[in-house]
C-alpha cells in the first residue's frame, strides 16, 4: 500500500532551517510529481512546494519563495524540503503528498514545525 513518512519537524528560532524528509513507499516514485502541503492552526491545508517526477521543475508558494526548497532522490524514494530564514508564521504541520492517477490523494500522517523564540 501508498506510505508517505515524513521526519524532520521540531522546533527552530525565527531564522532558523530545518530539513524535513519523506520517504515513499508501495507506488512508482520515479514517475510521480511529489508535493509539500502545510496546515496551519485554524487554517486550511495549502501548498507549499511542487516537483515534477524527475526534479527538472519545481514551484513554490508565494509565502515560501527563495527560502524554502523542494528536491527529491529517487533512488531513495524521497523528496525533502529545505526550510531557510524561517519565520513565526510558518509554525504549521507539513505533509507530503502524492496525486495519483486513477487512485486518488495521498497524505502522509504530517510533521509538526515550530518557528518561536
Known amino acids: 500500500q501508498v506510505q508517505l513518512v515524513e521526519s524532520g519537524g521540531g522546533l527552530v528560532q525565527p531564522g532558523g532551517s530545518l530539513r524535513l524528509s519523506c520517504a515513499a513507499s508501495g507506488f512508482p516514485f520515479s514517475i510521480n510529481p511529489m508535493n509539500w502541503y502545510r496546515q496551519a492552526p485554524g487554517k486550511g491545508r495549502e501548498l507549499v512546494a511542487h516537483i515534477t517526477s524527475a526534479g527538472g521543475s519545481t514551484n513554490y508558494a508565494d509565502s515560501v519563495k527563495g527560502r524554502f526548497t523542494i528536491s527529491r532522490d529517487n533512488a531513495k524514494n524521497t523528496v525533502y524540503l529545505q526550510m531557510n530564514s524561517l519565520k513565526d508564521e510558518d509554525t504549521a504541520v507539513y505533509y507530503c503528498?502524492?496525486?495519483?492517477?486513477?487512485?486518488?490523494?495521498?497524505w502522509g500522517q504530517g510533521t509538526q514545525v515550530t518557528v518561536s523564540s
Open positions: 503528498n502524492v496525486i495519483l492517477s486513477g487512485l486518488g490523494w495521498y
